[in-house]
């Protein structure tokens, strides 16, 4: 049973435009969330992270928001770069304990 | 410093073959995770260790999988014997502790395929 769920399999954005990645989760036991992004032949590295006091998170161009009511939350990208293009996991952990990741995005950012 | 080191970072075998994944943490961190990516499941964690004992291994799919960790710098996977089904690319993450806080750095994967 997947926890957290990314739907969108992959998602095409032109450079210079907002990239939007959503997830969904469906325990409300999870109070931190999380994005890596994954480069080809990488592992992933974290990216951004927002805990469920918050609704929003910033850093440079990431913001991921959180909607707790609708168990969803949102990375955006502002404006979207060529090296942008990853895979990108959102993961989730309820009281500090192990993550849990959905089945990732991959983000192409077309010049 | 060096980062998670994983070998191999290939593996092409054939079914029925045992296969062993290592892992080198990153120095001075306590915990060591094994995560397993698929296309329809994305990341998922097999195991991880804290202080080299073994703390949660409920994601390990059957009994073909084990994984131990002897030293503080040293884990393996094994699975015995390998299946098709086994075919993914398996991370091995490290990081100081569990708290939110404590970022999971991973290794570059092993692409296993089994044939």
């Known amino acids: 049973d997947q926890q957290v769920k990314q739907n969108s399999p992959s998602l095409s954005v032109q450079e210079g435009r907002i990239s939007i990645l959503n997830c969904d989760y469906t325990?409300?036991?999870?109070?931190?969330f999380l994005w890596y992004k994954k480069y080809p032949a990488e592992g992933p590295t974290f990216l951004i992270s927002i805990s469920s006091i918050k609704d929003k998170n910033e850093d440079g161009r990431f913001t991921v928001f959180l909607n707790k009511s609708a168990k969803h939350l949102s990375l955006h990208i502002v404006p979207s770069q060529p090296g942008d293009s990853a895979v990108y996991f959102c993961a989730a952990s309820a009281r500090a304990q192990k993550l849990v990741f959905g089945q990732g995005t991959r983000l192409t950012i077309n010049p | 410093d060096a980062g998670v080191i994983q070998s191999p970072r290939h593996e092409v075998t054939e079914m029925g073959q045992e296969v062993t994944l290592r892992c080198k943490p990153i120095?001075?961190?306590?915990?060591l995770f094994w995560y397993r990516q698929t296309m329809m499941r994305g990341l998922e964690l097999l195991i991880y260790?804290?202080?080299?004992?073994?703390?949660?291994d409920s994601g390990m799919p059957e009994d073909r999988f084990s994984a131990k960790m002897p030293n503080a710098s040293f884990s393996t996977l094994k699975i015995q014997p390998s299946e098709p089904r086994d075919s993914a690319v398996y991370f091995c993450?490290?990081?100081?502790?569990?708290?939110?806080?404590?970022?999971?750095?991973f290794g570059p994967g092993t692409r296993l395929t089994v044939l």
């Open positions: 993450a490290s990081s100081f502790g569990l708290a939110v806080t404590d970022t999971q750095y």
């Open positions: 260790f804290n202080n080299n004992v073994p703390i949660d």
């Open positions: 325990n409300s036991m999870f109070d931190y």
């Open positions: 120095s001075g961190h306590d915990y």
